[in-house]
């Protein structure tokens, strides 16, 4: 059996909670922006959503297809911040809900050979995309300073002019296990340690490379730019960095916040909120969490888009930087 066909094995986080944030009506279109193992795009389905599903990894759309044959979902290799793009190519200009699933899925941390985890050693490879700058290029030939800057940046590293400096002392590296391996020695480790203490480096990296929170603050502009007035946009997060831009996000767009990003310059507080005020962030319950661990750092935020026309950005079409 497949990975993408196994229920069992990739569970859906908050699916419960994601499908009442959409409140699906049949024959509605609905885009599910990561597919990884289907399981949202199977939900919205069974639902009577009509579902175009995309991933920009070559592996879940090449093992997801007979689940998206099965269910009649539209399956496309893509960046969900190419959304709109994509599927205008389709004759799609409108849709009546957005799902966005953030992050590296249990699919890619799983299979050692994708380089994602330091739990089983493998290529120093992280690339979500499976092509691009890996993991070993960017350790293997960027400055120590701008190494040291994105593990502050991205992974909430606090020693991150050791570690950067380690990482270089230690080149070339082209194993995890190489990679988690010299991190320890930088930091000290325990075996008891409740936390590895390569955990913050890999997820620097890993979204350093796949450009992952500028995929989220483009991803958002263009499910605005999709969806129907009373649409519904519901993102699943499970880190503070990614959690702090949606929220941000639909702050800004309800009218709640002025302000801006790098990525998403400020605004006149003139302009029309875009979307409703934001319901309440869900968090995973008990029984979840006793179900499906890796659920624990979930948040689910989700709004209500309005008749307001799309705010758009330099950055909000095509990807483009």
């Known amino acids: 059996m497949t990975p993408a066909a ?38 919205m389905a069974d639902k009577g959503a009509t579902v175009f599903a995309f991933d920009r990894d070559p592996d879940a759309v090449r093992e997801g297809r007979a689940l998206a044959e099965e269910k009649g979902i539209a399956l496309i290799e893509g960046e969900f911040s190419r ?43 992280m690339t979500m995309s499976q092509d691009g700058m890996s993991a070993a290029d960017f350790l293997n030939n ?32 082209e194993r995890t296990g190489q990679l988690a391996a010299v991190v320890r020695r930088a930091l000290g480790h325990k075996p008891h340690d409740k936390k590895d203490p390569a955990t913050r480096t890999f997820q620097a990296i890993r979204i350093h490379v796949n450009r992952e929170l500028e995929e989220l603050e483009r991803g958002l502009e263009a499910a605005e730019a999709l969806l129907d007035e009373g649409g519904r946009l519901a993102v699943v997060t499970f880190h503070s960095l990614e959690d702090r831009i949606v929220k941000q996000f639909l702050r800004q767009r309800s009218g709640n916040e002025s302000g801006g990003s790098r990525h998403m ?17 869900v968090r995973p319950g008990q029984a979840e969490l006793a179900r499906n661990p890796r659920a624990r750092s979930a948040t689910l935020r989700s709004a209500v888009r309005t008749g307001a026309p799309a705010r758009r950005s330099n950055t909000s079409r095509s990807g483009r930087s």
């Not at 793009?85 to 699919?107: P, Q």
């Not at 994105?150 to 002392?169: D, F, H, N």
């Open 6 to 43: 196994d229920p069992d094995r990739h569970l859906p986080v908050l699916i419960t909670e994601v499908l009442a944030a959409l409140a699906i009506n049949p024959g509605e279109r609905h885009v599910d922006g990561t597919f990884g193992a289907g399981g949202y795009s199977s939900a």
């Open 83 to 125: 959304m709109e793009d994509l599927l205008a190519e389709r004759g799609v200009t409108s849709v009546s809900g957005v799902t966005l699933d953030i992050g590296v899925s249990s699919m890619q941390l799983d299979r050692a050979d994708r380089g994602f985890s330091f739990q089983a050693d493998g290529p120093l490879l």
């Open 142 to 173: 960027t400055p120590e300073q701008e190494i040291a800057d994105v593990l502050y940046r991205y992974g909430e590293e606090p020693r991150s002019r050791r570690v950067a400096r380690a990482i270089v002392e230690a080149r070339p590296l």
């Open 265 to 281: 310059p400020e605004r006149q507080v003139s302009e029309r909120p875009t979307f409703e005020r934001p319901a309440k962030a």
